[in-house]
């Protein structure tokens, strides 16, 4: 049988996910990550988009007319991820009896 093959990044998510169980301070650090990460994203898209509809680019305007908002995905994954692990952190924090 084949095995199927693991991405790097799932297994960086998993062991990044288990130790927040285990240690709350790591899971604060790596929720503020995604926080910022999330931020820069949707200022990366938004000035992107303005550019775009700004300087009347056809092909680069029509495509964020058409699909904008699809743009902006990748801010939402990196707060969907910093909501999980948020979650995961204060759960840890309240296991270990600060809360």
Same mark, same amino acid.
């Not at 991405?7 to 240690?23: A, I, K, V």
């Not at 700004?54 to 699909?67: E, H, K, L, S, T």
């Given at each position: 049988?084949?095995?199927?093959? +693991? ?8 062991? #990044? ?5 285990? *240690? !709350? ?12 990460? /999330? &931020? @820069? /994203? *949707?200022? #990366? ?5 303005? @550019?775009?509809?700004?300087?009347? =680019?056809?092909? =680069?305007? &029509? ?5 904008? !908002? @699809?743009?902006?995905?990748?801010? #939402? =994954?990196? @707060? ?14 309240? +296991?270990?009896?600060?809360?």
């Amino acid at each position: 049988m084949a095995r199927k093959r +693991r991405s790097e990044r799932d297994g960086l998510l998993e062991m #990044l996910f288990e130790f927040t169980g285990r *240690f !709350w301070q790591v899971g604060l650090v790596v929720t503020c990550r995604f926080i910022f990460l /999330a &931020a @820069l /994203a *949707f200022r #990366l898209v938004s000035n992107h988009t303005a @550019l775009a509809e700004g300087r009347g =680019i056809p092909d =680069i305007g &029509a495509n964020v007319a058409a699909g904008g !908002w @699809l743009f902006y995905g990748v801010p #939402l =994954i990196f @707060l969907a991820l910093a909501w999980v692990f948020g979650a995961k952190t204060f759960e840890a924090y309240n +296991r270990q009896g600060h809360f």
